[in-house]
């Protein structure tokens, strides 16, 4: 292992301490600690303005939000979903008692496959749970035309698609409900948290309600809930994260427009195109490691690691090959090829805001230098 400081696949972007200090001195004079108290609110205000949506709950994390929206909208039975994904997703139907249902993804955007979506419909179908992958939109005119052809629910796991607008408006707006996560490795985090975007009052009170154990007041119990409120200090810090945001996101796209630039022309590395009429938000830069490049996927990682580089294969296993999954019938690699494959490749590179330039340097460099010392390997095996 190198001795050089370790270069992590993502770090948190913190705002300035001196900035937030006054806000911890309100919490501390008000003792308001959580219970939608005066920084919940304003932060949930500051968020539908931020991101163009009319409704949002926010929550204590994003899979807790995930388990919510299901029990919204009262999902039940089997729903479609991406095999390509954190395990948050597929565990939030089990929590449930749901069946999730994979089906493939697409080789180019890495979201789910619509043309395998309507294959896999059956009568116990309720819901699809698309995500949108490394911040790429899916193609949410033809899952929505599939939801509305067979009366079914489209929830959006948007973990990674926090600001990202797709011709226009707002990619949150689609479906019936999408699900954010506010988490540490997140571009936006709140230390933990997460949030639901929906599109009225009546269903955002439900979700309200079911977020605080179902109360709808003092003494009167609506649903069975769960507690997943966000408290003040995670809303304060929030609050002030939304007036930096600006300037982390600018950070990330030179990173990501520099890595694609030097990245490009090596042999094997295959880039993840940004989708047009997308605006992106550069959450992850995830390669594809091909066969003309001569070190397989995980070598480059061991080898990256070596030098204090630490890379990522994610998604890596995919969620259909873990132990609570892999005996679906959906679940067999015969039915996800392309995801299969996907996920033997994939390696994230380091990106987020306080990435110097000399470490971008370091890491386009290893990747580069790995692929030519590799290649000059395999021509001296092969001339000997």
């Known amino acids: 292992m190198s001795q050089e400081r370790p270069i992590y696949v993502t770090r948190p972007y913190l705002p300035p301490l001196e900035s937030f200090v006054p806000m911890l001195e309100e ?3 008000n003792q308001i600690l959580t219970n939608c108290g005066p920084f919940h609110q304003k932060f949930e205000t500051a968020l539908r303005e931020h991101l163009g949506v009319e409704h949002i709950a926010l929550f204590a994390n994003g899979t807790i939000a995930l388990v919510v929206a299901l029990q919204a909208l009262r999902i039940t039975g089997e729903v479609i979903t991406t095999p390509f994904s954190f395990v948050a997703t597929a565990h939030s139907l089990l929590w449930n008692g749901i069946k999730p249902v994979f089906v493939d993804i697409d080789p180019e955007t890495l979201n789910l496959d ?20 490394y911040g790429t939109p899916c193609d949410v005119a033809n899952i929505g035309r599939i939801a509305d052809l067979y009366n079914l629910r489209v ?16 990619l949150l707006r689609h479906g019936d409900l999408s699900v954010l996560s506010f988490h540490a490795t997140k571009i936006f985090h709140t230390f933990e948290g997460g949030a639901i975007v929906c599109p009225d009052e009546k269903t955002k009170q439900r979700i309200d309600h079911l977020k605080n154990f179902g109360f709808a007041d003092e003494v009167t119990v609506v649903a069975p809930g769960i507690n997943g409120k966000l408290n003040e200090v995670s809303s304060a810090f929030g609050l002030l994260s939304l007036e930096h945001l600006h300037l982390a996101q600018a950070r990330r796209q030179a990173i ?23 605006e992106h938000n550069h959450p992850h830069f995830p390669i594809l490691i091909g ?4 070190l397989s996927r995980d070598a480059l990682n061991l080898e990256m690691r070596a030098h204090g580089i630490i890379t990522r294969r994610y998604f890596y296993p995919l969620i259909s090959n873990m132990p609570m999954y892999r005996n679906l019938p959906s679940a067999s690699p015969a039915n996800l090829p392309v995801a299969n494959e996907i996920a033997l490749k994939v390696l994230c590179l380091p990106i987020y805001p306080e990435l110097s330039d000399a470490d971008q340097t370091r890491i386009i460099g290893l990747v580069r230098d790995a692929g030519r010392a590799g290649r000059a390997e395999k021509n001296g095996t092969a001339q000997n």
């Open 291 to 294: 066969p003309e490049y001569p």
């Open 155 to 170: 929830i959006y796991d948007a973990a990674h698609a926090f600001g990202v607008r797709h011709q226009g408006q707002s």
């Open 256 to 278: 990501d427009a520099r890595y694609r630039r030097e990245l490009a022309e090596i042999p094997g590395i295959r880039l993840i195109s940004i989708r047009a009429g997308a």
């Open 27 to 29: 919490i501390w004079e």
């Open 114 to 133: 619509p043309e395998r979506i309507e294959v896999a419909i059956t009568p116990h179908t309720t819901a699809i749970l698309p995500v949108h992958c």
